[in-house]
Every structure is written in structure tokens, then in C-alpha cells.
């Protein structure tokens, strides 16, 4: 697994605006969050769930959202082609992204 470091100090870049980029120049197709992040961090959460709506109507694709525990989501980054790491410092602020083909 690559591990890509963008943090540069405390909330820089953010979750969002390191989840906007990735929306911009993927396809994605599901995301896997934290049950935990709904609960624990509810505004972050509702942000998430707005530029993933914003990105359906882009696209004209539906975008699942799944939830695990945060135990099973730590075990499922182990899958993962890559982790970023941003400056974000919010309780559970963590996606899985799952990526389709841009062509």
C-alpha cells in the first residue's frame, strides 16, 4: 500500500477539500465510512454526505455509501491501493474511496 503524506500542519489540506479533489479527478462509485463518524463528528459527516449528492448530480451516478464499525474500516484499509493522509484532525474523518474507470 502507498502511503501519500499531504498534511502540512493542522487542518491543512482539510477532509473536504482533499475529498473535493478526489471527486474532481475519479470516478468513484461507493465510499466506506466509519459508522462512528456519523455520531462522533455529525457536521463533518452531513459535509461529506452534501459533495457526495453534488458529485451524483455531476456525474448522473448514484454513489453508495456503506457503514462498518471503525474497527472492520481499519481492517479495510489494509485492501487499499493507497492511503492520504491530509491535515485533518475531526474524530473519524476517513473515507474508502472504491474507484471506477475515467474514459
Not at 457526495?52 to 489494509?78: D, N
Amino acid at each position: 500500500m502507498t502511503r501519500i503524506d499531504l498534511a502540512l500542519t493542522h487542518g491543512v489540506p482539510s477532509f473536504l477539500e482533499t475529498v473535493r479533489v478526489i471527486l474532481s479527478e475519479s470516478q468513484i462509485e461507493s465510499v466506506i465510512v466509519a459508522q462512528e463518524f456519523a455520531q462522533v463528528s455529525p457536521v463533518l459527516h452531513e459535509a461529506l454526505c452534501c459533495e457526495l449528492k453534488a458529485e451524483e448530480q455531476l456525474c448522473g451516478k448514484p454513489i453508495t455509501i456503506q457503514y462498518i464499525s471503525h474497527e472492520a474500516f481499519k481492517q479495510r484499509t489494509l485492501q487499499s491501493r493507497a492511503v492520504v493522509r491530509t491535515g485533518e484532525c475531526t474524530p473519524y474523518a476517513n473515507v474508502i474511496f472504491q474507484a471506477g474507470v475515467v474514459f
